[in-house]
């Protein structure tokens, strides 16, 4: 048999696995129950496979283009025709349809768009494999073996911990031993995107702080031996004087936690880190400003920033990138109580800022705000902070793509440039000072956590942010809008999204390329 590298997609419970390595090829021999991906470009006239299909046709006399001829109209994109008994070493072979050959950048959708098509195309026949109940199967490279096993295990992934009837579990396998690095590299991205799908997904009673802080620390730990990791107490919280953390988390009896991470892979440890901040609220009832009942059960997603910052880093470090990292999650509950915010409380952020709560439902800020100001600590190279914010984001760009506000043209560039590979997409917002006039003036205090009009939400939350930070190169991602997946994109199924972790790691990756623009 050829080399080739597995990945188990079952159950990725939340206690005590997450999404696995790739394992090594079976020992046993599985082709009777086994399934095959192939890829078919979008032609006028003749059929044209991939290089993999055109061996596989070659293989079996020319029967699979035959069949493809008389079986129907050509294959449009994302859609599959299956074909069965065709070889003795597949019970099956699905073919997927990849568009137009070559399509290269859509400077309008600001995407590859052939890696897209491959990613949506081999999800779409994985999936046809598992309804078959096939427990293997392997797949076409279709020219770009990363992407096409993005599309397999992203494509796979169902959160099922909880449920008695579990779709089959099933072995991913290249199909061939062109691209191996390629594809276990796309192996490692998706992993990464499905580690804070499941921690999204997770039940806030489940996914506590605690339980986030542990989970995050195990993984890191398990892929490398360059890591520390730091689970800060409500002690060490109040010893940081982090009162506007404190003030979200006082509501709730879950306790809070301060979770530091660090990767040093770069081979200078003096080398500045870039560091990463992410919203960790497990669960967010909106406080006394409660929120509307209907969809609140998605808020055990609330703590998205957190989930996609630290996988990415879990994600570069098993990769192995040369570069320090550092991530920072605040984590804790904001719900009801007599303890606590009250609309109208006061309370004074580490940095000595006092902040004025007219709404406790904008509880995001107050404990990055914190969080933000302790990253300058490390000098950093560079601040990127992710946050589900605010709804506003929601309504400004939907599901299509992450608001980005920054302060950084280059690092706007490296942000964007990692989007257009990965499909996973970032859009600029503006950072007037228009946004933080709304915010600075406040009755009681130095600033307010909403703006004074009821527009520009998402704008006035960043202004919000920008107040605690003086570091030359910071972004604030407001992932809101991409933090669950309904349909929009069809190699996710629908649940919460894990968005935009991919984009976050061929982020990192670009800048551990890249010495001098930042």
Known sequence: MQWASYVLLSLLPLCPAFPTEAEEPCAVNCSARKGLVLGVYATEKDV?????????????????????????????????????????????????????????????????????????????????????????????????????????????YEYNEFKQKKKTAIEVQLHGSDGAEAWQKGVIYAQGQNLAR???????????????????????????????????????????????????????????????????????????????????????????????????????????????????????????????LIGLAPLCENLPSGKANKPGDVVRAKSGK????????????????????????????????????????????????TGVFTNSKQLWDQLFEASVVTGDRVWRMPLYEHYTKQVTDAQLADLNNIGKSKSGGACTAAAFLK??????????????GVMENMDEVPYLRKG??????RTLVEFITRLSQDKKSI
């Open 48 to 156: 044209q496979l991939t290089k993999a299909g055109d061996a596989f046709n070659q293989a079996i006399s020319g029967k699979l283009k035959e069949l493809l001829s008389i079986s129907g109209p050509p294959l449009k994109k994302g859609k599959t025709r299956t074909f069965h008994a065709l070889h003795q070493d597949f019970s099956s072979v699905v073919v997927v349809g990849l568009g137009k050959k070559g399509a290269g950048l859509n400077e309008q959708e600001n995407w590859d768009e052939d890696k897209e098509n491959i990613r949506a195309a081999i999800a779409a026949g994985c999936r046809q494999v598992q309804d078959l109940e096939f427990p293997y199967v392997e797949v076409d490279p279709c020219g770009d073996p990363q992407a096409a096993a993005e599309g397999a295990i992203l494509g796979l």
């Open 467 to 480: 107040e605690f930070v003086t570091a030359p190169h910071w972004a604030h991602l407001d992932i809101a």
């Open 354 to 401: 006092t902040i004025q709560i007219d709404n406790t439902d904008a509880e995001g800020r107050l404990i990055l705000a914190d969080a933000l100001y302790y990253a300058h600590s490390f000098n950093p190279r560079a601040i990127v902070d992710a946050a589900t914010l605010t709804g506003a984001m929601i309504t400004a760009l939907g599901s299509a793509a």
């Open 496 to 501: 919460m999204a894990g968005r935009p972790t």
């Open 198 to 324: 499941t921690l999204m997904e997770g039940p806030a009673n489940y996914v506590t702080p605690t339980r986030f802080a542990a989970v995050i620390g195990e993984k890191l730990k398990s892929v490398s031996s360059n890591v520390t990791v730091h689970i800060r107490d409500q002690a060490w919280i109040e010893a940081q004087e982090m009162q506007s953390f404190l003030s979200v988390a006082k509501g709730s009896d879950e306790p809070p936690v301060f979770l530091e991470i660090h990767y040093r892979g770069s081979s200078d440890p003096q080398e500045p880190p870039l560091v990463f901040v992410g919203k960790g609220i497990t669960f967010d009832s909106g406080g006394i400003s409660i929120k509307p009942s209907s969809g609140m059960d998605a808020m055990r997603a609330d703590m998205g920033g957190a989930a996609t910052i630290s996988s990415a880093i879990v994600t570069a470090a098993q990769l192995k990138i040369p570069i320090n």
